[in-house]
Structures are given as structure tokens and as C-alpha cells.
T-cell receptor, first 115, second 113 residues
Framework: NAGVTQTPKFRVLKTGQSMTLLCAQD?????MYWYRQDPGMGLRLIHY???????AKGEVPDGYNVSRLKKQNFLLGLESAAPSQTSVYFC??????????????FGEGSRLTVL | DAKTTQPPSMDCAEGRAANLPCNHS???????VYWYRQIHSQGPQYIIH???NNETNEMASLIITEDRKSSTLILPHATLRDTAVYYC??????????????FGKGTRLSVIA
């Protein structure tokens, strides 16, 4: 049981390049989330999904797109990377409702640097 | 979701109890109080949550005031490994759907030997 797995864990991009972060969970959770964390700051919600085929915007969605084609995967895309998107990205998941106390399970993070 | 207010930082001597306060004066009836912590650059870790009763588990205790406008997370015997940023979050949980966790800046707890 791997929990929440993020790939890649590290990536360096040049301004304008595109990339996709993959989040995979093997706990059959309905809900999945993408957060970003800048140095000295708390986590900010980018996008989230409440089920396969659905996505919603969080606090800071601009510059990102997401897709949830399969229940176990949640992809975060950067179409044209900017230095302001240099950050650590965390994926999380949880089951619906009161299952599992509503606890969020987090991945280990993906460190992205945009030059 | 209701907003929370936490002190930016606190110190605690090793072996003593760490009491971390949180104000959530606009909490609504169906919102729970959740506590997470983040050690260094790892993903946040769930600690405890509660609605209106005090809660205790193997990691910590959560004391919620009767009017639910504030709460305190208690680490009974802090160790150096408890040095982390602690986040207090209020969140709606219901079978029809959960609201996302929205993190603030949290409290940076430093446990000192």
C-alpha cells in the first residue's frame, strides 16, 4: 500500500516550458487535491477534485490545469511555466464524508524550479 | 470555511507540555476543527480533529471551548521531534461532501532541549 505517490520529485524547467505532475493514490479515495507551498508560507490550494471526471478551482488556480480521468490519478499541468511557479507541490487525497475521520493523506512533495 | 488565527511562533522546553492556541470565532455548526503539522519540508501530517467535545489520541489532546470559538492543541510531553509548523483548520465534513482543507500560516513550534 503506497498511499499517495507524486512524480517527479524534482524538476527544473525553463520559463515557457510545459510539464505535468502526476499524483497517484491506491486508497480508492474520491477526493484529491493539489497544493503549492512557497518558502516560509503555508500550503495554498490550487485545484481539487471530488470524483473522477470532475475538477474545481482552489485559491490559486491561475497558470495551472488539472485532469482526473481515472479515480486514482490527478494530474497537474503547467502550460507555460513562469518563475513565480517555483514552489513545492503537494498532492493529497481523502475519502468522502466521514470515512477515515476526513483525514487528508499527503504525498512527499514535488520540488519545481523555473529558471 | 471559517478563518483561523494562530500565533506565528512558540517555544517549548523538551519534556514540558506544548499548548498551541487557535481562534476560530466564525466557525459554523457543521465545521470541525482539524490540526495538522508539517515537519521540515515533508507533507503535512494529521494530528487530531474534533467538533465540540474534547478529544485525545496517542499524539495529542484537543480542547475546544464551549462556544467553539477557540481551541488548544496540547502535546503533553514535547520532544525535539515535535518541532514543526502546526496548522489549525476548520472544515465542513458531511456525507454530501467535504470542503477542502485551507491552510493558513500556522504556528512554528520550536522544542528546545
Amino acid at each position: 500500500n503506497a498511499g499517495v505517490t507524486q512524480t517527479p520529485k524534482f524538476r527544473v524547467l525553463k520559463t515557457g516550458q510545459s510539464m505535468t505532475l502526476l499524483c497517484a493514490q491506491d486508497m480508492n479515495h474520491e477526493y484529491m487535491y493539489w497544493y503549492r507551498q512557497d518558502p516560509g508560507m503555508g500550503l495554498r490550494l490550487i485545484h481539487y477534485s471530488v470524483g473522477e471526471g470532475t475538477t474545481a478551482k482552489g485559491e490559486v488556480p491561475d497558470g495551472y490545469n488539472v485532469s482526473r480521468l481515472k479515480k486514482q490519478n490527478f494530474l497537474l499541468g503547467l502550460e507555460s511555466a513562469a518563475p513565480s511557479q517555483t514552489s513545492v507541490y503537494f498532492c493529497a487525497s481523502n475519502p468522502r464524508g466521514f470515512q477515515g475521520n476526513g483525514e487528508l493523506f499527503f504525498g512527499e512533495g514535488s520540488r519545481l524550479t523555473v529558471l | 470555511d471559517a478563518k483561523t488565527t494562530q500565533p506565528p511562533s512558540m517555544d517549548c522546553a523538551e519534556g514540558r507540555a506544548a499548548n498551541l492556541p487557535c481562534n476560530h470565532s466564525t466557525i459554523s455548526g457543521n465545521e470541525y476543527v482539524y490540526w495538522y503539522r508539517q515537519i521540515h519540508s515533508q507533507g503535512p501530517q494529521y494530528i487530531i480533529h474534533g467538533l465540540k467535545n474534547n478529544e485525545t489520541n496517542e499524539m495529542a489532546s484537543l480542547i475546544i471551548t464551549e462556544d467553539r470559538k477557540s481551541s488548544t492543541l496540547i502535546l503533553p510531553h514535547a520532544t525535539l521531534r515535535d518541532t514543526a509548523v502546526y496548522y489549525c483548520i476548520v472544515r465542513g465534513i458531511r456525507n454530501s461532501g467535504n470542503t477542502p482543507l485551507v491552510f493558513g500560516k500556522g504556528t512554528r513550534l520550536s522544542v528546545i532541549a
